[in-house]
């Protein structure tokens, strides 16, 4: 004990960085768990915000979709119409799925970890699980399943694009926002059919070295890419005019 309180008596100092120490630790726990409770918070907004609209588009189907161009067709029966309505969501998907233009100013319809995307996911998922195959005679109840999937699809699309058209590229950093900046332009010239196929072969791969780690690219969306950077510009054969058909060497 006298020996604890000699080594108190001389290094009293030592208090004080250890202080600064755990204060500092106290406060980066505080901002993780405040983090953590914002979070949870987050999940549960999106979560009532998909409940209200499912149950808004189940009393008023009219509202579901508000911004799609497609429409209902009154020819087409309840199952044909309602799968025409899963195939318009699945093709506006596509949009942000195949198109690496849009995947860069859309950056979180392609993040799972978005809780509004991945909510979208999960129900397509389920549409995709409850769809009948094509002939096959369905009960009132698995139409009726079928439909309230479907629904549940297009609401999820809806707010997941919205939220990530709000949210655009502010989940990423100064220096990262650069990078996709950098990346679009490079990817105007790579799909540029005025541009060589050097060139744009060369802004195709610094494309993908400016997208490295920033946006994950599916291997459909780089084919497509990739067939629209290999266009070999073909420059139109002239005509000969009237003239020179006749006049010609031969002609002579």
């Known amino acids: 004990m006298d020996q604890f309180w000699g080594f108190a008596a001389h ?5 004080f960085p250890l202080f600064g120490v755990v204060a500092a630790a106290g406060r980066g ?20 915000e998909i409940r209200a609209a499912q149950i808004a588009a189940r009393k008023d189907p009219k509202a579901v979709g508000s911004a799609r161009p497609a429409q209902k067709d009154a020819a087409l029966s309840p199952l044909a119409q309602l799968f025409a309505d899963h195939d318009e969501v699945r093709r506006r998907w596509l949009e942000y799925e195949l198109d690496v233009s849009k995947a860069i100013a859309y950056p979180a319809m ?6 509004l995307t991945a909510a979208f996911l999960r129900a397509g998922k389920k549409a995709d699980r409850l769809r009948p195959a094509e002939g096959r005679k369905v009960s009132a109840d698995e139409l009726r399943e079928y439909r309230e999937a479907v629904t549940d699809y297009e609401v999820a699309f809806d707010l997941a694009e919205r939220d990530a058209r709000r949210l655009r590229d502010s989940g990423f950093t100064e220096a990262e926002r650069k990078r996709l900046h950098t990346a679009q332009q490079l990817l105007t010239v790579a799909v540029d059919e ?4 050097a060139e744009r072969q060369l802004a195709y791969q610094r494309v993908r070295e400016e997208l490295d780690g920033l946006i994950s690219l599916s291997d459909e969306a780089l084919d497509v890419l990739e067939k629209k950077v290999a266009l070999e ?7 000969p005019t009237a003239h020179e058909a006749t006049s010609g060497p031969d002609r002579a």
Do not use: C, F, M
């Open 11 to 15: 290094y009293w100092w030592l208090a």
């Open 29 to 48: 726990w505080e901002r993780n768990a405040r983090r953590r409770h914002e979070r949870r918070l987050e999940v549960l907004r999106t979560k009532g």
């Open 110 to 115: 392609s993040d799972g970890r978005q809780p």
């Open 194 to 197: 005025a541009a060589t196929p």
């Open 233 to 239: 510009i073909t420059a139109p054969k002239a005509t």
